[in-house]
């Protein structure tokens, strides 16, 4: 099996001292050497966060890297997030002449997960007189005039920059007096003149009975003589009494009475909003917490106002952080439902992403409010919860003031609202100048005339067809993470739309609709990027027999990794002519193996129809699927008067939605196990296939669709109840159906499905990814005792894999054919308490996955790329080589196939003494090809080499890295540049 490429965990990465860099002096370095003994290897763990962090200290600080440096500046790493779809950011805060850059002046970096930058987002270059001539008691005077309240602390002397209006100026903070709305001002006032010059504000407006939720199940921890509600599962996340200060308590862990006005079912409705912020951001985006990094806000209720507010203490730990709920203008209820709870927490993550809350007009303000309304929105989706149906309004079910929802996201203007961008917004009143931000959301996620939901009618009378709300939400929330201070509504327009790029490498579909939605709220272009993808080839379709489909024996990038573009150098992406080797990450599926064992263990052993193991199997992937990007659906059937659940999955904006793939398993098991093997197997395998798909941006000729049954222990039952409900003109949209059952056999076979003649160009398809396997499967037919039964009765071609036959034991040629045991049953526990766990081969699971994988792609038209004639790639950054360290410089390439036996390494490096170094180049999968030794008697300067490695045993896709370490003192040096010819 090929190794595992695949990463999916988010982290905020706090970087030891051994890693940090000493920024603005010159290119980065791996420090922290000893000076005498052995150079350590450069460390690039912790799930990319070093490697990205070194890549963008080389691209901040060095030269000849694309990044425009201000000469006065010093630029310090503030934090490294790593997110599960490879895109990684790396945030730093800005000096000029030693005073700091209030906003404007920070800087985020994009890189991939192996450290190749990407591009990013800064600041403008900074020129402005740092002499003050306005003292800082004039500088209080006049922030107190606009800002009414107490100073604290004393004035600061900095900077604000960007769009040519760079200022000195006094940062004065100024805080509400009691019985004011509360506040916590940071106001800016010029240093030269006098004058005021912009502002933000710190602070942005167990079980239980809710008002809103119904009965609900929070987080609560035992305490002296009770109860406290504080949730220990969920950082610690608790709600207090704004009166008292002091956490809720409860005698017997029975919460609240349901009534609006009553303080402790304010506190249920609080905390289970809360828990479900927490939990959304975790399953849909692998943020752990409002900050990233496990921390979350102390939540007040019972304030003596009609209002609720964030109160960010801007210390990078959400833990110091407030949010407090008040009540409605007639007294009969408290503001905290679900999307309001979510909003002020929204506020939270704005708070803790790169650039924070500060700006210095209501444009970013306004940004900050829609952030909020968006998040509420996502998060009362995610809560499903029948007593508050999800929507697009803000409040509705508070009805703060008698007049409704406080927010309109499909129409503004029904609240009094901007619908569209102006050049008024950045004067508008902060609430009202989230509109068009809300709106362009709507728009992005649903369109403007979508089936069952609200019109929503566009600035520029155009027609958007929206991409869903959890991909819409995953590209808002990337655009967060390459914020900065002082953010616009043409800056976040940009950062989506570089994040949908980078999201979705191989598609546009995703860039031309968050595009549309901009333009349809009247935002400007301002350096917008551009999407180009090459085009897809047509593949034969699935009712057409292709005996000649080919097989390639060549490993493809990986499509979980994402594309590459400037300013890392990286070989070119040629036309598309050969169908995808796909590798599916063998750890994942193990970890799905391993999780479904745990749920049948945690429900009574099993996962059968009708028990809360098939149900929290379900869940598990419906939660995996939403997060890709899926719009997912549960069908309900009842047999033997028990429910039954299918799951259905579409990928929307990929290919043609007439023409569909669909790749099915079941997902129940019988009473007597957990099922591992049968079926844990196939719905492990198609979910990866699934999440692969996803990451991939691949984009064929056709849709794809995937499907888990219930109840085909009992007879198919599931898979009939989809085919049956499924009109005439439905049915003929699916051109193929693969099915994969029990494909893990402890003693494997590997068989592909004969037993329907319209299927032939599917199991052609199967029959090449076994070839690209380097496997040679036999055909079986299992006489319609599986899914693909009930679509092959209603005419849909068919095929499948398996692991057995229905022989009773592998016969002697099978086991010469596959190393396997001859006379023995492929699978010993089927239909048994055995099987469990144990019972599963990994490497046969690997293999058939892998085979779905490609005929996945086979068949919906997917290509791989072309292999190319001699291509040359070169990193011309330059690297500071400092004595007894080690330094990486990247190159990625993008390139189908074994790399040469004669690969070319040309390296140019100034040197004052070049017996010190020694040279490697890093193939992607870690191997080392030594280049040049060192020598204490190759007394020349400088190297100036061009040298041919065989590197036949490597695949060319990666990214390659030239390793120079300095093993002596005395003498340094830069490496100027180094280049691959592939």
Known sequence: MRRSRSRRALRVTALSSATLVMLGLGAAYTAGYSGVGEVPEPDFSDGGAVSSAAAADQYVTGTSTGFVKDPDARYTRQSVITTPRGLNYVSYARTYKNLPVFVGGDVVVVTDAKGTVKGGTAGAEVEVATTPKVTAAKAKKVSLLIHPGDVAGEPKLGVIAGDGKDRLVWEVVIESRPGAEASRAHAYVDARTGEYAGSWDEITGGTGQGHYGGQVTIGTTTGSGGF???????????????????????????????????????????????????????????????????????????????????????TGDANRDQTKYGRTSDGARQVNSVDVVAHELGHGVFCHTPGGSRGTTNETGGLNEATGDIFGTLAEHFAANPNDPADYLVGEEVNLSGRGPIRNMHTPSAVGDPNCWSSSIPTTEVHSAAGPLNHWFYLAAEGSAPAGKPASATCNGSRVTGIGLWPAGEIFYHALLRKTSGWTYTKARKATLDAARELHPNSCTEFNVVKAAWDAVSVPSQGDPTCTVTAPQPVPSATTPSPSAPASPSTAPSPSAPGTSAPAPSAPNPTATAVQTVDIDAAALRADINEFARIAQANNGNRAHGSAGYKASLDYLKQRLDVAGYTTRVQQFTHAG?????????????????????????????????????????????????????????????????????????????????????????????????????????????????????????????????????????????????????????????????????????TAAEAAKWDGEAGKPYDPCYHSSCDGAGNVDHDALDAHTDVAAYAAWALTGVKAPAEPTSTRVENPADFAIKDRSAIESPITVQRSGQAPATLKVDVDIRHGFRGDLEIDVIAPDGTAYRIKKSSRFDSADDVKVGQTVDASAEQAAGTWKLRVRDLYSGDTGTLNSWALTF
Request: aromatic residues 8%; hydrophobic residues 35%.
């Open 642 to 810: 028990k429910t039954g659940y299918n799951l259905i999955a579409d990928l929307p904006g990929r290919g043609d939605p007439n023409r569909v793939v669909m790749l099915g398993a079941h997902l129940d098991s019988v009473t007597q196990g957990a099922g591992v093997n049968d079926n844990a197997s196939g719905s492990a395998g198609i979910l990866e296939v699934a999440l692969a798909y996803a990451a991939s941006g691949a984009n064929g000729d056709k849709g794809i669709r995937f499907g888990w049954w219930g109840a085909e222990e009992a007879g198919l039952v599931g898979s009939k109840a989809y085919v049956s409900s499924l009109a005439t003109g439905e049915r003929a949209k699916i051109t193929g159906y693969l099915n994969f059952d029990m494909i893990g056999s402890p003693n494997p076979g590997y068989f592909v499905y004969g037993d329907d003649t319209r299927g032939t160009a599917i199991a052609a398809a199967l029959k090449a990814g076994f070839a690209a396997e380097g496997i040679e499967p036999d055909s079986t037919d299992i006489k319609g005792r599986s899914d693909h039964a009930s679509f092959k009765a209603a005419g849909i071609p068919t095929g499948g894999t398996a692991s057995l036959s229905l022989a009773p034991a592998m």
């Open 228 to 314: 406290e509600m504080r949730d220990p599962s969920r950082g610690g996340m608790r709600v207090l009494n704004d009166r008292t200060g002091q956490v809720l308590t409860d005698a017997d862990d029975k919460w609240g009475n349901g009534t609006g006005s009553d303080p402790t079912t304010g506190g249920v409705d609080t905390q289970y909003a809360g828990g479900v912020m927490w939990d959304m951001l975790k399953t849909k985006f692998n943020r752990n917490g409002i900050d990233g990094k496990g921390g979350t806000a102390s939540m007040f209720v019972g304030l003596a106002e009609v209002n609720a507010f964030y109160s960010c203490a801007g």
